[in-house]
């Protein structure tokens, strides 16, 4: 996707523009887009992730000792 900017952007001020200002104007645009809406789409969020739905971040002793958000403990503390 970088590459396809810095390739438009090159190709805009490089060659089109000896050929149309309004072209080279509209390449660029299209390459100040690219950005924004690849980290948009590489964020999104899979349909499987759950994170949202753990239990764990309801627990209100999470701060306690022998209680972690990142590896719950199963058995009983002394």
Do not use: Q, T
Request: net charge negative; glycine share 8%.
């Amino acid at each position: 996707m970088m590459g396809v900017c810095l390739g438009l952007f090159v190709m805009a001020w490089g060659v089109v523009r000896f050929f149309s200002v309004g072209a080279a104007i509209g390449m660029c645009v299209v390459a100040m887009v690219i950005p924004p809406a690849a980290a948009v789409f590489a964020n999104k969020r899979d349909p499987d992730d759950d994170w949202w739905d753990d239990p764990r971040w309801d627990d209100p002793k999470w701060d306690e000792p022998g209680h972690d958000r990142d590896r719950p403990d199963h058995e009983e503390h002394p």
